[in-house]
Nanobody, 121 residues
């Protein structure tokens, strides 16, 4: 019913930039929340940044001032612009979208498949 597809990961040197994209498609009625999470080897998945339907954003302290989350409601897409990347940003990045399907009342969370970001020193 719903597909969540991420793109934009890759290998970059420290100090470089990457832009991640995540698009949701399917029988979508409305999108409440869009967020980016990451999971490094041996660590728990953590919130990186999120944005509500009203445009309110939230960032992990470790990425404030370096990352920026944005969304295009017409395209059901959320972006994560990552600047001044550090080796400790290396992780698999996952998109999470909370949305309500057409003809349903309650929202559900959907995860993307993940995209690898590797920052070399």
């Amino acid at each position: 019913q719903v597909q969540v597809v991420e793109s934009g990961g890759g290998l970059v040197q420290a100090g470089g930039s990457l832009r991640l994209s995540c698009a949701a498609s399917g029988s979508i009625g409305s999108i409440n929340y869009m967020g980016w999470y990451r999971q490094a080897p041996g660590k728990q998945r953590e919130l990186v940044a999120s944005i509500t339907s009203g445009g309110n954003t939230n960032y992990a302290d470790s990425v404030k001032g370096r990352f920026a989350i944005s969304r295009d409601n017409a395209k059901n897409t959320v972006y994560l612009q990552m600047n001044s990347l550090k080796p400790e940003d290396t992780a698999v990045y996952y998109c999470n979208i909370k949305l309500t399907l057409l003809l349903e009342y309650w929202p559900r969370h959907y995860w993307g498949q993940g995209t690898q970001v590797t920052v070399s020193s």
